[in-house]
């Protein structure tokens, strides 16, 4: 058979009765994606359809199997990710052997090591190391927390206690923090315990400014700068240079709320491949990811709603699926034409693009 019936608990729950009669995306656990139809009987079950077989197939799920699946997007086209049971409990195996090496090491008592796997992203969540807890007096501190990379941006995230081990870790940004300062699975990187008055702070480190940061002090003013120095990574980057030229352009600015503007360009390579990409250091700058709602707001003050997809190739670049096309349209965009928007927040996770002005070039 080459469809599904959806649980009736779970299409309510979800609200996907609505989305009917568009597409919904499968992922499998390396975020391969197939597009498949959301549709419903005549006063019967929900199911998906055209493509079912193909992703069985293709993910070795066989007839008799128990799998689950997880709607990690709820927009226009709901995501649904499948995982395994194993796939799990090997992450948190290896997880769990990582963050007691990270223990044992003979750090800075403020310091300790993150293990970034795919589990603490998939969860949102960091577990940190018992000894760094115990030796910090971290156990009787529930609540906020504050994560700062090295420029001195800063997010808010929770931190709490596993009733069952004691174990403290922090929760609810974690993703959002990997993702906007591009720490991906696989990759280990140092924390710093830094108090603030009252509230704690944990500052990302990198080997290069190790040893200069036990030199320093943070005032509270430098905690919360904003740094708008290019990052060296992305300049060099070959990935970047080999998409520069169809890519949307952000140079950064001198000021916070300047960064809030970014630059973009509609080229013929936008249209032919109905692809746009928002800058990488815009996305990474401002936390912008998968997760994020956006909508984009045209010079009449109509809104149009668009989602949010990782790139193919490299999955830190967020390109936009769907509106855009309207929205330049709407603008009297032409191909070659770039137009400034600004960002504005409405909300932790959702955000408009605001139609500001076309760039006005100058004439030979």
Wanted: charged share 30%.
């Amino acid at each position: 058979m080459n469809f599904k019936n959806l649980p009736r608990s779970f299409v309510r729950a979800n609200g996907l009765e609505t989305r009917c009669g568009r597409e919904i995306v499968l992922i499998n656990e390396k975020g391969k994606s197939w597009t498949l139809a959301l549709r419903q009987k005549l006063s019967g079950p929900t199911y998906i359809r055209r493509g079912w077989r193909s992703f069985c197939i293709a993910n070795g799920l066989k007839t008799g199997g128990v799998y689950t699946f997880k709607l990690i997007k709820r927009g226009r086209a709901p995501v649904l990710r499948l995982s395994s049971t194993e796939s799990e409990l090997e992450e948190r195996n290896i997880e769990k052997i990582q963050r007691n090496k990270a223990e044992s090491s003979s750090l800075d008592p403020s310091c300790f090591v993150a293990n970034i796997s795919r589990a603490t992203l998939r969860y949102d969540t960091l577990g940190l190391p018992m000894k760094f807890s115990r030796e910090n007096g971290l156990e009787a501190r529930c609540g906020e927390i504050v994560l700062m990379n090295e420029k001195g941006r800063s997010w808010k995230l929770n931190l709490k206690r596993k009733r069952s081990c004691g174990t403290m870790y922090i929760t609810q940004g974690w993703r959002s923090f990997c993702s906007a300062n591009g720490l991906r699975a696989g990759s280990s990187s140092t924390f710093k315990l830094i108090k603030r008055g009252g509230t704690l702070a944990l500052r990302l480190s990198s080997k290069e400014t190790e040893e200069e940061e036990e030199d320093c002090s943070l005032k509270a003013n430098e905690v919360e700068s904003l740094s708008t120095e290019p990052e060296s990574d992305e300049e060099g980057s070959q990935d970047e240079k080999q998409i520069k030229k169809h890519r949307s352009t952000w140079k950064a600015s001198s000021s916070q709320s300047q960064n809030r503007f970014v630059t973009l360009t509609f080229r013929p390579f936008n249209l032919e491949k109905y692809l746009l990409f928002l800058p990488l250091r815009f996305t990474r700058w401002h936390g912008i990811n998968e997760e994020t709602k956006m909508r984009l707001l045209d010079k009449n003050g109509v809104k149009w709603s668009t989602d949010l997809r990782s790139g193919k190739t490299n999955i830190d670049k967020i390109r936009l699926v769907g509106g855009w096309q309207e929205f330049f349209k709407a603008n009297c965009v032409k191909t070659g034409e770039s137009i400034i928007v600004k960002l504005i927040w409405d909300g932790d996770k959702s955000c408009i693009l605001k139609f500001c002005s076309k760039v006005k070039h100058e004439t030979e």
